[in-house]
């Protein structure tokens, strides 16, 4: 037994100091050879989640978005809270084209990222890559909705011009009747198609669903006890420096932040239906 348990340790101590050299050849863009190391670092220890993640990042490195999937799957088998794991599985998703598993995996990617460590880079990293998704479907939904709009508008014209020559040719006494309705029919048709054309027309946006400090849309928003909404890495980040609310200057700590859970779903809601927010 002790015998056994030395070689797992010595197996354990080698892994490691592959994972190390791993490291170093990452570090010197030498993908092939931090792969190699990982590799056997895995042979050792098939189950330690770390050693998985980190040839996934190479194989990303490498535009082996195939290698990235597996992998991340195996190191999410072993850990389902590997905020690395998520996320690159997330991307390798997107690479591939599907999209909604991609985002909901770089979903459950931030949030595990914002649970354990509000002002890493890692989260911000995840937001921007999940804001692009979001915003390259709502691009594509946008795009396809346009040209479904000005089908159906082209339709109605047709249909709009067909009805005024039929009038033309049975109200030859009339035709001045005739001309000023199919005026005013064309002008309340490009007033119909204009009204439905502004839902993916950027506007501003409100007020209450953006950060005090930044300005920017509030992704993860927090309240203090006097009642201003922040981004939580942004206070967090103020926080650090000073110990009061930089609104009200009243004495303001960490533990005093609450999740403003009401303000989250209202900036999910519209970024829902204003996908076009996600590129600003």
């Known amino acids: 037994m002790v015998a056994h348990e030395g070689s797992l340790s010595a197996a354990a101590k080698q892994a490691e100091q592959l994972k190390l050299l791993g490291n170093s050849c990452f570090k010197k863009d030498r993908f092939g050879a931090a792969i190699d190391a990982y590799t056997e670092a895995i042979t050792l220890c098939p189950n330690n989640t770390v050693y998985w993640t980190n040839r996934a990042l190479c194989h990303r490195r490498r ?83 346009s040209w479904e709009l000005q089908r159906l508008k082209s339709t109605c014209e047709h249909a709009l011009n067909e009805k005024y020559s039929c009038y033309v040719s049975q109200m030859e006494g009339f035709i001045d009747d005739v001309d000023a309705l199919h005026s005013q029919e064309l002008k309340a048709l490009e007033r119909v198609f204009c009204e439905a054309a502004k839902a993916d027309m950027p506007t501003e946006i409100p007020d209450y669903l953006c950060c005090r400090i930044t300005l920017d849309i509030l992704r993860d928003p927090v309240i203090t006890p006097s009642g201003h909404t922040y981004e939580r890495a942004v206070i967090l980040q103020h926080l650090q420096k000073s110990n009061f609310d930089p609104i009200t200057r009243e004495p303001l700590n960490p533990s005093q932040l609450v999740p403003n859970l009401a303000i989250k779903e209202a900036v999910q809601a519209f970024l829902d239906k204003h996908g076009w927010a996600y590129k600003v």
Request: hydrophobic residues 35%; without cysteine; aromatic residues 8%.
């Open 63 to 145: 535009n082996d978005w195939a290698k990235v999937e597996e992998d991340s799957r195996r190191a999410i088998q072993l850990d389902n809270k590997s905020v690395k794991a998520h996320y690159m599985l997330g991307l390798a998703l997107l690479q591939r084209q599907e999209y909604m598993e991609g985002v909901r995996e770089l979903e459950k990617a931030l949030d595990l990222g914002r649970g354990a460590n509000p002002n890493g880079y890692m989260v911000e990293e995840i937001w921007q890559e999940l804001a692009k998704a979001k915003y390259l479907e709502w691009e594509n939904a946008s795009t396809k909705r």
